[in-house]
DNA sequence: TTGTAAGCGTTATCAA
DNA sequence: TTGATAACGCTTACAA
């Protein structure tokens, strides 16, 4: 049952008593076609259940509808949601999906990445961060003929080859509130050295606490990895600080998760005795005690524009690129001091 | 610099001062050729960095080089597990991964899926719960001419189309375990009817109390969506049962969250008023306060062995298919009664 | 062990 | 507005 032969282009030709070129041209909704024709074509078209071949059509058009999304797993939901939103793109189109989790660490990323665009010979990619931050990678997949659009938190390119939220006026303004709830000793625990993300977040941070009249202190800012086992260690470095900041921006959620924990091994309280803020809505951020207030930055939209500037570098390619995020308040963040007690 | 030429078979050939067919068959491995023939002809082919057309191949072949994945997103992050899992079968091959989320709500689901198939025409397709539990979807895209690997947590399918997980069983050793521990009033929060994990996790459940001469008590047992506050909600009606559980079995990580919040609502402790065990070992469950004792599955190794049966169906497909789940122990569940009180 | 001719299913060229 | 013919880059007969 599924070895009955898939009809050909010939097939329909044949059947409809026009040559093949004049059905190709009723696939490629030619306009310079007699309506009739292309009436009687799509009738047989739809009697056999006809579809095109793609990897015919590639081979004769000299093109690929593939779109590759390179990423070295940022986070688990981060991912999904650029899938959803390419997928909202391309869904109504012939454009397919293609996934390659890379190693960044791996030595052999470069060769990595070259032979999965030579090899399924890619029409676009997208870059996800931290990947996206490397201009080597851009460049490379430009030299083997492919156009990139890049994620990221920053212009790290043109509108035609990026989509970016605005992480640094994103924390500025989580920092600001916190400052408007009477905190006035806020403590950061910033990402990873390298990570452009991290740099941006740390830029909000201090224009955060300018912009409050605050002057930042070294003793309660401190650094980790964006995974939890970091921010728990950042969150006793910082608690124990002389005098322990009453809030703390951690500059992603798995962190700021971790800094909860330390707290509480403390024997501390949050937000009671402790206003917590993060960044990126992950699930975590909802489901944890208390729900975390965070920075939620429009991963969707934001890869739906992508995979446009992607398969309709013409009209889309000077679609804004900068998108903005916004500050998801839950219970972690509360006044100081609390009003409660 | 991107549009100079892709090198051909036919340059390759010329190169090499041999006919195409033997470029060919270098490519393909074939067994008779002359050993300096061969070597002169991948000289060549190194020399000018040579990649085969996919979609030329592909065309030649009548079969195509691509695999589905087919989702309705049961959690991010099993659904990046899995796509790990594949890639690292099909990374030295040239397979490529091809993802498709679609809404199982979906009026159109049946036809978004055969045009999927159709369109790209997929060589294999993967299926995730809880789609994969639908014998049409599978029917279908067998008829459409696709093998087809289902992944789910029992039997639904024969070894060669299969990869699942033990979910009774695993619940049922964390059923027993709690009792070991001293629980004799334990909760349960079910899935979701009509999900198959669900009634798996269900019967463990039943099976545990059993092995633990338990009888089961329809005041402590309730059943959720799957989802966070379901299974808040379910947590709130269990501890205000008249006599309320010791300890709950909830069928998934972000219920079992719920479950915690409702305790905290309530001014319990957890564990020390109540012990709680979830399942999936989602990122949440280690970084919610305390980190939640859960059942592991094999994801990625599961995905792994999927992709195998999917692109060498001779050699794996009778590879085991029922994969082990563990119970990863941690501060949420402790022995009754508590011995620190 | 190697080569020739034909074909896979589509589109481009150029006439009609 | 349509159609014959030659690509596209590769593989499978079938010979040599």
Same mark, same amino acid.
């Given at each position: 049952?599924?070895?009955?032969?898939? %009809?050909?282009?010939?097939?329909?030709?044949?059947?409809?008593?026009?040559?093949?070129?004049?059905?190709?041209?009723?696939?490629?909704?030619?306009?310079?076609?007699? =309506?009739?024709?292309?009436?009687?074509?799509?009738?047989?078209? $739809?009697?056999?259940?006809?579809?095109?071949?793609?990897?015919?059509?590639?081979?004769?058009?000299?093109?690929?509808?593939?779109?590759?999304?390179?990423?070295?797993?940022?986070?688990? =939901?981060?991912?999904? /949601?650029?899938?959803? /939103?390419?997928?909202?793109?391309?869904?109504?189109?012939?454009?397919?999906?293609?996934?390659? %989790?890379?190693?960044?660490?791996?030595?052999?990323?470069?060769? &990595?990445?070259?032979?999965?665009?030579?090899?399924?010979? !890619?029409?676009?990619?997208?870059?996800? %961060?931290?990947?996206?931050?490397?201009?080597?990678?851009?460049?490379?997949?430009?030299?083997?003929?492919?156009?990139?659009?890049?994620?990221?938190?920053?212009?790290?390119?043109? &509108? $035609?080859?990026?989509?970016?939220?605005?992480?640094?006026?994103?924390?500025?303004?989580?920092?600001?509130? !916190?400052?408007?709830?009477?905190?006035?000793?806020? /403590?950061?625990?910033?990402? *990873?050295?390298?990570?452009?993300?991290?740099?941006?977040?740390?830029?909000?941070?201090?224009?955060?606490?300018?912009?409050?009249?605050?002057? *930042?202190? %070294?003793?309660?800012?401190?650094?980790?990895?964006?995974?939890?086992?970091?921010?728990?260690?950042?969150?006793? =470095?910082?608690?124990?600080?002389?005098?322990? *900041?009453?809030?703390?921006?951690?500059?992603?959620?798995?962190?700021?998760?971790?800094? !909860?924990?330390?707290?509480?091994?403390?024997?501390?309280?949050?937000?009671?005795?402790?206003?917590?803020?993060?960044?990126? &809505?992950?699930?975590?951020?909802?489901?944890?005690? *208390?729900?975390?207030?965070?920075?939620?930055?429009?991963?969707?939209?934001?890869?739906?524009?992508?995979?446009?500037?992607?398969?309709?570098?013409?009209?889309?390619?000077?679609?804004?690129?900068?998108? !903005?995020?916004?500050?998801?308040?839950?219970?972690?963040?509360?006044?100081?001091?609390?009003?409660?007690?």
């Amino acid at each position: 049952m599924a070895d009955a032969q898939k %009809p050909t282009i010939n097939d329909v030709a044949r059947l409809s008593g026009v040559s093949k070129k004049t059905v190709s041209r009723v696939i490629n909704k030619s306009p310079l076609l007699n =309506q009739a024709t292309r009436e009687k074509v799509e009738s047989v078209i $739809a009697d056999l259940g006809y579809v095109p071949n793609l990897q015919a059509r590639a081979l004769a058009l000299r093109r690929n509808f593939l779109i590759g999304l390179i990423h070295d797993n940022p986070n688990a =939901q981060m991912v999904l /949601g650029v899938q959803e /939103g390419i997928l909202d793109t391309i869904r109504s189109t012939e454009f397919a999906l293609v996934v390659r %989790p890379v190693d960044r660490h791996s030595p052999t990323l470069f060769d &990595d990445i070259r032979r999965f665009i030579e090899q399924q010979r !890619l029409y676009g990619v997208m870059l996800l %961060p931290p990947l996206s931050e490397r201009d080597d990678l851009a460049q490379l997949c430009r030299d083997l003929g492919c156009t990139v659009v890049r994620m990221g938190s920053a212009r790290l390119d043109d &509108d $035609a080859h990026l989509v970016a939220s605005n992480d640094r006026q994103a924390v500025s303004d989580a920092v600001a509130w !916190l400052a408007e709830l009477g905190h006035s000793r806020i /403590g950061f625990v910033a990402g *990873p050295e390298g990570f452009r993300s991290a740099r941006e977040r740390e830029l909000g941070f201090h224009d955060g606490l300018a912009r409050a009249g605050l002057k *930042p202190d %070294p003793a309660i800012m401190t650094r980790g990895t964006y995974r939890f086992e970091s921010g728990r260690a950042a969150g006793e =470095q910082l608690l124990s600080a002389p005098t322990p *900041p009453t809030a703390v921006f951690s500059s992603n959620d798995e962190m700021a998760a971790g800094v !909860l924990h330390a707290a509480r091994e403390r024997g501390l309280d949050v937000p009671e005795d402790l206003s917590i803020i993060g960044f990126d &809505d992950t699930a975590t951020a909802a489901h944890i005690w *208390p729900p975390l207030t965070t920075v939620r930055w429009p991963i969707r939209a934001m890869a739906r524009t992508a995979a446009a500037k992607l398969i309709h570098p013409s009209s889309a390619a000077s679609e804004p690129s900068i998108f !903005l995020s916004d500050l998801v308040r839950r219970a972690s963040a509360i006044t100081y001091p609390p009003e409660s007690r």
